[in-house]
Every structure is written in structure tokens, then in C-alpha cells.
């Protein structure tokens, strides 16, 4: 595991808040000269620790106004239904999270969509037809009360 300081975990406080950040404003608030920063910054980096740079969109605003929870099980006894499902995921654009879990289901699956029928539609025509699928239960999110699907909680990792 990596060793983080202080600096280092302010440091990524600091991006994972705002990525644009420039290397000056980032230096001026952990208190570090540009160059120290930035040899910082290019370390974290090389480490894996700051994985990439994104743009954050906003769904709603751009059209998508229905955001479902889908718990998909599967039949065991159809041959390669792991492997089957992992790919078709893979195909469909409206699911922009996947999750092998266990419980009940085998997959939690975050999907995308204009409206609840086309929602629907992609459950009917997409979900409910791939190979091994045994049952789905969608909740669909009426409000969210708290972003944080591209967050770290830095706050639980000790300081070395």
C-alpha cells in the first residue's frame, strides 16, 4: 500500500475537489513551491494513486432524466453466464456502472436513460432477453441525496 503524508492527502483532497486546479493554486494552499508540487502531483500519478483527469457531466442537464438501480440474478445452469453477461454489459450504453455483488443477486447494475420508457424499452428489449437472465428488480432514483461516485474517502486512510 502506498504511504501518504499530510501534503500528499491534502494534495489529492485539493484535485479530487477540483481537477482544474493549477499546479500554482494547488502549491499556494498545501503550501509547497510550484516545482515541490508538482514533483508531488507527477508521483502520485506515476503510483496510480490519482488515476486520471475527467470532466464530471451532469445527466440530468444533458437529457438523461431517469437513473436506475438494477439487481440482475442469473440462471446457474445456463452455460458461461458469467462470461455471456459481462460482455453484453460491456455493449450496452446506458449502464454506466457494473458491480459483481453478493446477496441475493449477482449483479448491480447503474443505468442511464431519456425517460422511463426508454427505460423500459432497455429492460425489455436488452436486459430481460440476454442469455441467463432469471430475474431483475429495478429501483429507479427518485432524488439523489449524496454524489460521491468518483470519491475517495481520504479521511479513512492513515497517514504515514
Same mark, same amino acid.
Not at 475537489?17 to 507527477?42: E, I, K, Y
Not at 470532466?55 to 455471456?84: C, F, I, K, P, Y
Not at 459483481?100 to 428489449?125: H, P
Given at each position: 500500500? %502506498?504511504?501518504?503524508?499530510? /501534503?500528499?492527502?491534502?494534495?489529492?483532497? $485539493?484535485?479530487?475537489?477540483?481537477?482544474?486546479?493549477?499546479?500554482?493554486?494547488?502549491?499556494?494552499?498545501?503550501?509547497?513551491?510550484?516545482?515541490?508540487?508538482?514533483?508531488?502531483?507527477? $508521483?502520485?500519478?506515476?503510483?496510480?494513486?490519482?488515476?486520471?483527469?475527467?470532466?464530471?457531466?451532469?445527466?440530468?442537464? $444533458?437529457?438523461?432524466?431517469?437513473?436506475?438501480?438494477?439487481?440482475?440474478?442469473?440462471?446457474?445452469?445456463?452455460?458461461?453466464?458469467?462470461?455471456?453477461?459481462?460482455?453484453?454489459?460491456?455493449?450496452?450504453?446506458?449502464?454506466?456502472?457494473?458491480?459483481?455483488?453478493?446477496?441475493?443477486?449477482?449483479?448491480? %447494475?447503474?443505468?442511464?436513460?431519456?425517460? $422511463?420508457?426508454?427505460?423500459?424499452?432497455?429492460? /425489455?428489449?436488452?436486459?430481460?432477453?440476454?442469455?441467463?437472465?432469471?430475474?431483475?428488480?429495478?429501483? /429507479?432514483?427518485?432524488?439523489?441525496?449524496?454524489?460521491?461516485?468518483?470519491?475517495?474517502?481520504?479521511?479513512? %486512510?492513515?497517514?504515514?
Amino acid at each position: 500500500m %502506498l504511504s501518504l503524508d499530510t /501534503i500528499d492527502l491534502k494534495i489529492l483532497t $485539493l484535485l479530487q475537489d477540483d481537477g482544474r486546479l493549477s499546479n500554482q493554486a494547488l502549491a499556494d494552499q498545501v503550501a509547497l513551491s510550484p516545482s515541490a508540487c508538482l514533483r508531488r502531483v507527477r $508521483l502520485l500519478e506515476e503510483s496510480g494513486a490519482i488515476a486520471g483527469y475527467r470532466a464530471q457531466l451532469d445527466a440530468q442537464a $444533458l437529457g438523461l432524466d431517469v437513473e436506475a438501480m438494477v439487481q440482475v440474478t442469473m440462471r446457474q445452469e445456463v452455460e458461461n453466464w458469467h462470461d455471456s453477461f459481462l460482455a453484453a454489459v460491456q455493449r450496452w450504453p446506458q449502464v454506466v456502472g457494473a458491480w459483481i455483488v453478493t446477496g441475493e443477486c449477482n449483479y448491480v %447494475l447503474r443505468v442511464r436513460a431519456k425517460s $422511463l420508457q426508454d427505460y423500459s424499452q432497455f429492460a /425489455i428489449e436488452h436486459l430481460h432477453k440476454e442469455r441467463g437472465v432469471k430475474e431483475i428488480r429495478s429501483n /429507479i432514483v427518485m432524488q439523489c441525496i449524496k454524489h460521491g461516485e468518483t470519491s475517495v474517502p481520504l479521511a479513512l %486512510l492513515p497517514r504515514g
